[in-house]
């Protein structure tokens, strides 16, 4: 059985920092591209980053690129969200996702990935 189990959200003030992190067990990691979605209130969930099995590809959305980076270390099974320069508007539900589905791949969408972690709530005060 597929676990993804996320870590590192909390409470910041405007122009801080959070890294994520997610953990991925029941599978060998390496067979998973990785993303990362949020999820505010009253919004729809969208996109934030991804990265190819390998982790030499990498996306993100536009909102987010030069400060947030996605990373993940294969050895510990887990993938990373480092987010920096945060704002009020980042303020959501981070959920991880993961893939095995090679044909097709479209990082940035949800319908994508075929498992999810249960979220961590990050909020960004100003």
């Known amino acids: 059985q597929v676990q993804l189990v996320e870590s590192g959200g909390g409470l910041v003030q405007a122009g801080g920092s959070l890294k994520l992190s997610c953990v991925v067990s029941g599978r060998i990691f390496s067979s998973f591209a990785m993303g990362w979605f949020r999820q505010a209130p009253g919004k729809e969930r969208e996109f934030v980053a991804a990265?190819?099995?390998?982790?030499?590809?990498?996306y993100y959305v536009d909102s987010v690129k030069g400060r947030f980076t996605i990373s993940r270390d294969n050895a510990k099974n887990t993938v990373y969200l480092q987010m920096n320069s945060l704002k009020p508007e980042d303020t959501a539900v981070y959920y991880c996702a993961a893939t095995e589905t090679t044909d097709g791949y479209r990082p940035r969408q949800s319908t994508t990935y075929d498992y999810w972690g249960q979220g961590t709530q990050v909020t960004v005060s100003s």
């Open positions: 990265t190819s099995w390998s982790g030499i590809s990498t």
